[in-house]
C-alpha cells in the first residue's frame, strides 16, 4: 500500500475526533494527575458490565492470558480493551519497516501521516471488532436490538480507549496509554489472584496466599499436613504456591537479563576521538516475540470460540473437531485435542502431568513462535544490520581501527545481531512458556510485559523529575 493511497485518506482523518496538544508545559504533578485519571476511567469500564449481560461473578479465568496483550476484561466495557489499537500499530509498524509504505517518519508531514492513518484503522478495527463480538452470538443473544446495545457500547468505549492513548501520548500524561493499560491490567490480575478472598470448589479461597494461610491454620486445627499440599499445586489452573513462587523466580530472572548487554565500542570523528559504547541488550527483541505470538493466539481462539458457538451444534462439527473441540463435561465445557488445544497452555503443574505432550508440544510451538516473530520483527523494524549501521554511520560514529563505512559497520554488527535475535525470542519464549506451565501468577507472557513496561516508567518518570528540576534540558 503507497503512502499516496494514505494521502486519499486524509479527509477521512481530519474527520476523527481529537485530543488537542497542552499549549503551555505540563508539570510532573499534573501529568500524573491526568495519568491518575485516564487509569480510574479504564478500572470503571472494566468493571461495568455490558447492557444486557448479567454480571459474572468474580472468579478465576481461564483463558487469562488471551486478554494480557489487549488488556481486556471479558463481559465489561473493556471488552475490546486496546486491540483495535495494538493491531492497527503492529500492522502500520511493519508496512513501514519493511518498506510497503514509503514514509519518513523524520518527517513531520510523514509522521503525521503515518499517526493519522494508524488511528484511522484503530476506528476501523473498533468498528469491525465490535460488529463481530455483538452479531456472531458469542454473547448468547438473540435480540436483534441486545446485539445492537452491545455493539454500540463496545465501539463507544473503544473510541474513549483510543482518545485516552492519544491524551497521554500528546504530553498530558506518562507514557503511552497502551502501556498503561496492560500494566495496570496484569498488575490487577497478579494482586487479585494472590488476595482473592472469593471461594472455590477445592475449599479454599481463589487467591494463592491466601489459600496458603487457610491451610495453614487447617492443618493446625487438624495436626495434618494434608491440607498443605492441597495448596501447593491446585486442580483446574487456580491460583497456587508453586504459582507463586515461579511468578517471583520470572521476576528475579528477567529483572537480572534485562540488565545483561554487548556492548559495542564506538568514536566519535567530530569530537577528536571521544569514545563510547553502544549497548546490544541480550533481551534485544523485548517482550516483541511474545506480544505477536499472543496476539496470534487470541485471534486463533476467538475466532475458535466464535466457530465453535455457531456450528458446534450442526453437521460441520465433523470438520472443525481438528482446529477446535470442547466436550461438555458437568456442564463445563473441556478443550480436547485439537489445534486450539495445543496452542493453550497448561494451568499448572497437575495439567501437565496430565498431558505431558500436550506440554511438550506447547512448548515447542510456543517457542518457534517466538523465534520467527523475533527474525521477523528485526527485519521489519529497522532493527536489522544494515539500519542499525547505517543509523550508526549517520550519528557520526565509527568503530575503532575500522574506516567510517556502512558496510564495514554492518559487518561487524552481524557477528552480534543475528545470534541475540535468535536467542533473545527464544529466552522470553521459554520463560513465557515454561512460566506458563508451572502456573505462574499473571502468566508469563503478563510478567514480562509488566517488568519491561515498569523499567520504561521508571526511564520516563527520572526524565521528567529532570526536566522539571533543570528546564533547561527542555
Not at 458469542?138 to 474513549?160: P, R
Request: charged content about 15%; aromatic content about 12%.
Amino acid at each position: 500500500m503507497p503512502s499516496r493511497v494514505l494521502s486519499t485518506l486524509k479527509p477521512f482523518m481530519q474527520i476523527l475526533p481529537e485530543v488537542p496538544k497542552p499549549t503551555r508545559p505540563v508539570t510532573f504533578r499534573e501529568k500524573l494527575l491526568w495519568t491518575g485519571l485516564v487509569l480510574t476511567i479504564y478500572f470503571i469500564m472494566c468493571e461495568v458490565t455490558l447492557y444486557p449481560l448479567s454480571p459474572q461473578q468474580p472468579g478465576f479465568e481461564r483463558f487469562f492470558f488471551l486478554r494480557l496483550i489487549f488488556a481486556s476484561r471479558r463481559g465489561t466495557l473493556a471488552e475490546l480493551g486496546i486491540g483495535p489499537i495494538v493491531t492497527a500499530g503492529l500492522i502500520f509498524q511493519l508496512l513501514v519497516g519493511s518498506r510497503i509504505l514509503d514514509l519518513d517518519l523524520s518527517d513531520p508531514e510523514d509522521r503525521a501521516l503515518f499517526t493519522g492513518g494508524q488511528k484511522l484503522f484503530a476506528f476501523l478495527f473498533a468498528l469491525l471488532e465490535s460488529s463481530v463480538y455483538a452479531f456472531s452470538g458469542i454473547y448468547g443473544l438473540t435480540s436483534i436490538s441486545a446485539k445492537f446495545a452491545i455493539f454500540m457500547q463496545l465501539f463507544a468505549a473503544s473510541i474513549l480507549i483510543i482518545l485516552m492513548d492519544e491524551m497521554i501520548q500528546k504530553g498530558w500524561g506518562l507514557g503511552s496509554g497502551v502501556s498503561l493499560f496492560i500494566a495496570a491490567g496484569v498488575a490487577q490480575q497478579i494482586f487479585w489472584l494472590c488476595f482473592a478472598p472469593y471461594p472455590m470448589d477445592d475449599g479454599y479461597p481463589l487467591g494463592a496466599l491466601l489459600a496458603f494461610f487457610s491451610a495453614i491454620a487447617a492443618s493446625v486445627r487438624t495436626h495434618s499436613i494434608e491440607p498443605l499440599k492441597n495448596v501447593i499445586v491446585r486442580p483446574h489452573g487456580l491460583p497456587d504456591v508453586v504459582g507463586f513462587l515461579s511468578m517471583i523466580g520470572i521476576f528475579l530472572l528477567i529483572s537480572y537479563l534485562e540488565g545483561v548487554r554487548v556492548e559495542l565500542p564506538v568514536v566519535y570523528s567530530r569530537y577528536r576521538g571521544l569514545r563510547a559504547k553502544i549497548p546490544f541488550k541480550f533481551l534485544y527483541v523485548s517482550n516483541v516475540p511474545v506480544i505477536l505470538t499472543g496476539a496470534l493466539s487470541a485471534n486463533i481462539m476467538m475466532f475458535a470460540q466464535i466457530l465453535w458457538s455457531r456450528y458446534s451444534n450442526t453437521s460441520a462439527i465433523k470438520y472443525i473437531k481438528w482446529f477446535v473441540y470442547y466436550e461438555n463435561v458437568n456442564g463445563t465445557n473441556v478443550l480436547r485435542p485439537s489445534l486450539v488445544y495445543y496452542l493453550s497452555p497448561p494451568g499448572n503443574l497437575s495439567d501437565v502431568a496430565a498431558d505431558p505432550m500436550r506440554a511438550l508440544i506447547y512448548l515447542l510451538l510456543f517457542t518457534m513462535l517466538c523465534v520467527f516473530f523475533a527474525i521477523a520483527w528485526v527485519e521489519t523494524s529497522g532493527m536489522d544490520p544494515e539500519t542499525q549501521a547505517e543509523q550508526i554511520v549517520r550519528a557520526g560514529l565509527q568503530i575503532p581501527g575500522f574506516r567510517r563505512s556502512e558496510r564495514i559497520v554492518a559487518a561487524i554488527l552481524r557477528r552480534y545481531i543475528p545470534s541475540l535475535t535468535i536467542l533473545s525470542g527464544l529466552a522470553v519464549g521459554l520463560i513465557a512458556a515454561v512460566a506458563d506451565m508451572l502456573g505462574a501468577i499473571g502468566t508469563g507472557m503478563g510478567i514480562l510485559l509488566l517488568i519491561d513496561i515498569l523499567l520504561q516508567y521508571q526511564a520516563i518518570m527520572m526524565q521528567e523529575r529532570a526536566l522539571e528540576m533543570y528546564p533547561l534540558l527542555r
